[in-house]
Each structure stands twice: as structure tokens, then as C-alpha cells.
């Protein structure tokens, strides 16, 4: 399930060699510079980006799973995951292996019955990150990295890329969890190495992070009124709270509402707080007022599968 993955090889790691003197005869050179008096090569390998130093080779913002796969709509387990970094290692003849992770995309693809924006409008809160929509897609930015939700056909025909037969013409809806810094720390290890990705505890524990942020977010419910689902006093009071709440545009917009009122001083604090706790509380699944929606349950599904295939 890794996507890209970016390595930081020092030359102590790979035997004292000097990288400018060893490396440019198997790598396509498209630039020179001086970083702080450092020499410094650019170029890549067979698409993937690479900067060379004498002590240090960095490998970034590429996907390795298409590198080694052909496209990244493919999903790039353990085995494949090895099989890409000793294929790395042999063309530069060095030991990929102990490199260094700096970034990891631990990803999939769903093939989905709704245009991708429907999911979106059912993905809610989320307490490690903040929420931030985007044109085409959903992102949840955090201290211990990104989650994202985007169209992956239309990311693909954006940038006139193909797309596999497979996924031509179907809703594809593409969610990621990217590690971008502090990866030793977040995974409880002095460095994060090429080895690690393809070691089975560790990828078995990205794979459940994966899916475990993704149950960490709120998911807004579908609203179900009906009269007979009414018993007491209080289940009339939550049924005016939904009332309210579908009258706003739903509980997302109900709650964009109450933040910007908040903004513009119409709110205090404890105000705010205490109307978003009544929305959040008016629209938990309860029988005859709110249901779970079928487009959680199929990405529940759909997450619960992947794990379970791909582990």
C-alpha cells in the first residue's frame, strides 16, 4: 500500500563511498549547483527525482510504486515493496536497504458507487487535524502527518496521464496517509530504513494506522425524521435540533455556521462549544431520528477489505 517513498543514503551507510565519483555513469544528469560550497547533482532514474552530494544521495517526490509498478493506481504490497528496493540498490549499486525513509504514502484506491464529493460530505471531524476542503478534494493536516481524500481519475486525466482500463469511466476515490517528518519518532525507532518498509511487523502497523485514522474521523450521519420515532420529551427536543439542522444544509454547514458566528463575536467560547456538542450529540445514530449513511458503509467497507487483502 506504500506509494512514494523518499530515501537520504549518507556514504556512511553505504562504505565511505563518494557518491559524485561513484554514482552519475548510472543516473540521467539534468543539473549542477553549489549548496553552501557543496557540489550537488541532480538528476534521475528512470523518473525518479535524485540529488547527489559527495557524502549524501537523495531520492524524493516520486513515486516508487510507479516507478517499480508502471502506475501508482496499482497498490504496492511487501513483496513488491522489497523487490522495488533491490532493484534500486542493484542499479546503483549500493545498499538501498539502509537508507533512510524521509517520507512515506501509505495509499489505495476505491472504486465507488457516488461521484467522489459525495464521500467528502459524509467525512467530518477530526480530532488529531484540521479539516481543509479543497476543490477536488479533502485534506486532514496534523502533527503526525496528512490524510488525504481526492478524485484519482481526475488527478490523472489533470495531469494527461492514462488511466488504466480498469478505472476508466468509475468514480475512483483515492485515500492516502502521508508521513512527511519525525518518522523514527511516530513509529517508535531510532530511523526508519528501507529494510523497515518490507519488515512485516512494521508494515502491518502502517496499514492499521491507515485505517485506524480513518475510523478516528467523524462521520456525518443521514438525516431520518419521522414522528414515530419520538418516545420521550428529549427525543422531541433532538428532533428539532435535526429539524434545524437540515434546514442549515446539514450538520457540516450547521457547523460552519456556528464557527464563523463565533469569529464575528456572536458566539463566545462556551457557547459555541456547548451548540456543537447538542449538533453532535442530536446526530448520533439513533433509530427513527438519524441512520448511518450507505456511502459510510461502503467506505467502511471498502477500508476494512483493504486491510484485510493487504496486509
Known sequence: MYDNV??????????????????????????????????????????????????????????????????????????????????????????????????IDVAQNFIVKHPTLVYFNHLGEYAKGKRLEQPDGLYYSGNNGLLVFYNKTKEQQDKGQPIPELYQGRNTLRYEQRYKKRLGKTFGVDRVTGACLYDEAFYKGIVDRWREAYKSIKKVNDIQLKFEGMKTKRDLYMYGV???????????????????????????SKQAYDLRMAIAEACKVKDGLTVQSDVISELDKKVDEAVRFYR
Request: aromatic content about 4%; proline content about 3%; charged content about 25%.
Open 6 to 103: 523518499d530515501f537520504w543514503l549518507q556514504s556512511g551507510d553505504a562504505g565511505g563511498v563518494d557518491f559524485l565519483s561513484a554514482l552519475p555513469r548510472c543516473i540521467e544528469i539534468s543539473g549542477q549547483h553549489d549548496f553552501n560550497g557543496t557540489p550537488v547533482l541532480t538528476g534521475r532514474i528512470e523518473g525518479l527525482r535524485v540529488s547527489i552530494t559527495p557524502d549524501s544521495l537523495r531520492i524524493k517526490d516520486g513515486s516508487l510504486c510507479k516507478w517499480h509498478l508502471g502506475d501508482n493506481f496499482q497498490t504496492m504490497q511487501r513483496a513488491d515493496t522489497k523487490q522495488a528496493i533491490e532493484r534500486l540498490s542493484d542499479i546503483l549499486s549500493l545498499p538501498m536497504d539502509r537508507a533512510t525513509v524521509t517520507r
Open 242 to 268: 435535526l429539524s434545524l439542522v437540515t434546514m442549515s444544509g446539514g450538520e457540516r454547514a450547521m457547523l460552519s455556521q456556528i464557527t464563523e458566528a463565533q469569529r464575528m463575536g456572536e458566539l463566545t
